[in-house]
């Protein structure tokens, strides 16, 4: 298997993967997505709100708010040894005080205060509500791990996605006959291509990024385009994937948590499919 970066940024992650089925590649997706752990707010006690909008309203806001996840410090509240009673190896107490005395003012996560600085809202400016002079918001939230597959507000990748890998071959000896005019713009072949990737160079029709090819196959079936001079095809077995983050943790830990999840998957099944052989076997 072989593994390479092609872009990386705070939110986002790009990578080849070559080496592996597409059983193997959508099982990876979907375990990103699904079952990665992340932390979100699951809990609030009001204790006073005389703001415009209703508890329900503004808790189901709170729980939306993608919060920092640490995995290495908190664990899942159904694994925790306090049975999901919660406590300090499951769970983060949030709270917020506000009082708008003499003016209009907005509530915003910046007035979030967590009981851990290593759990807060991915943003400070992420509006919760509005507030009339003379009145308060006051409360208590709890958050803690959840997964993605119960709850999208658990989900610590916001997309997933791969393609196959591309290959594009362009025969020139097709397009002898063919006359470019000399501007690419206009030209009808490189028109052809949705994502703009053919281009002529020194009377020879190129590629220019291969990567930005979704196999749409326009190219090989337009009118106008010589029969057999260009073909698309994927390369099997080899996968570009794209990882977008909520912000909860880096991207790059979402895959190597992926990878870790899928792993124990295929372990446990492994040994119920050899617990079932043994049991199968005795019976017999």
């Known amino acids: ?90 769970q983060v107490e949030v709270q917020c005080s506000v009082a708008a005395k003499d003016v209009n003012r907005n509530v915003y996560t910046s007035d979030l205060v967590s009981s851990d600085p290593k759990i807060k809202p991915v943003s400070d400016k992420i509006l919760i509500t509005k507030m009339a002079k003379g009145s308060k918001l006051l409360f208590e939230a709890y958050a803690r791990l959840g997964l993605g597959k119960d709850h999208a507000k658990y989900q610590a990748a916001t997309k997933v996605t791969y393609k196959y890998f591309p290959e594009i071959t362009i025969n020139q000896a097709a397009l002898k006959d063919y006359k470019f005019k000399g501007d690419n713009e206009n030209d009808p072949l490189v028109k052809m291509c949705p994502r703009k990737i053919l281009k002529w160079e020194k009377n020879e029709l190129v590629v220019t990024d291969v990567l930005k090819c979704t196999l749409c196959g326009t190219c090989m079936k337009g009118a106008g385009m010589p029969k057999g001079a260009v073909t698309a095809k994927q390369v099997v077995g080899k996968f570009i994937f794209f990882i977008e983050s909520s912000g909860s943790m880096p991207p790059e830990r979402i895959l190597t948590q992926g990878i870790k999840i899928f792993q124990e998957k295929v372990q446990q099944f492994g040994e119920l499919t050899r617990d079932l052989i043994e049991k199968q076997g005795k019976a017999e």
Not at 51 to 65: N, V
């Open 1 to 90: 298997m072989k593994f390479s970066i092609l872009s990386k940024t705070a939110k986002r992650l790009s990578f080849i993967v070559d080496g592996i089925d597409v059983e193997t590649a959508n099982a990876l997706r979907r375990i990103m997505l699904t079952e990665v752990p992340a932390m979100a707010i699951h809990e609030v006690l009001f204790i006073e709100n005389s703001s415009p909008l209703y508890d329900e309203i503004i808790a189901h806001r709170l729980g939306l708010i993608p919060l920092t996840t640490d995995l290495d410090s908190y664990v899942l509240s159904e694994r925790c040894s306090c049975e999901g009673a919660g406590c300090q190896k499951c």
